[in-house]
């Protein structure tokens, strides 16, 4: 299951929008509220989640440690430095885990990609990385888009 927003709960910060890999949390234009606009496209790698500022976000868990029919919801607590996963299962019973999380203040761990040098010829030629020059494009004139695909982004996927 893909991301679930308590509408009660948010208040539309787009923290979520921002931070999504997949960018299909997206700002409902009319409410105000966040949701997102392709479940079937969504990785349920949980950034979002842990992004919430309002715990706002439901997410399916994986079956590893939770069977279906459960709830997941995430508390962070970063005056304390932890983020807090409680799991409820079907019969009522409930699981918490504790973990500690990064206090670096929110969007000052992105990296200034712009400025990290390009992969050396050596480095390139390394078996580490295998196909990858090859598949993006370092050889042929820069990466992948959409445009360079001759695609065109599907309608209704736009903030
Ligand atoms: S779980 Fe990951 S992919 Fe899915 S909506 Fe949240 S941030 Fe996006
Ligand atoms: S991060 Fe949480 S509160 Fe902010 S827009 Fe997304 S769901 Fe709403």
Redesign the pocket.
Known sequence: M??FVYMTRCDGCGH?VD???????HIDKTYRRAY?IEPN?????????K?CPQNA?D?RGYADFAPLGHSVRVQRDEEKGTIAWKIKFRNGAEKNFLSPITTKPWGTADPKLADVPGPSQEMRDSQLLYSEPKYIRLDDGGLHTLKSNGLTMKKGVYY
């Open positions: 893909p991301t979520c931070i999504c890999p997949s960018d299909i949390m997102n496209m969504c990785w349920e790698c949980y950034s979002c989640v992004a976000i997410v």
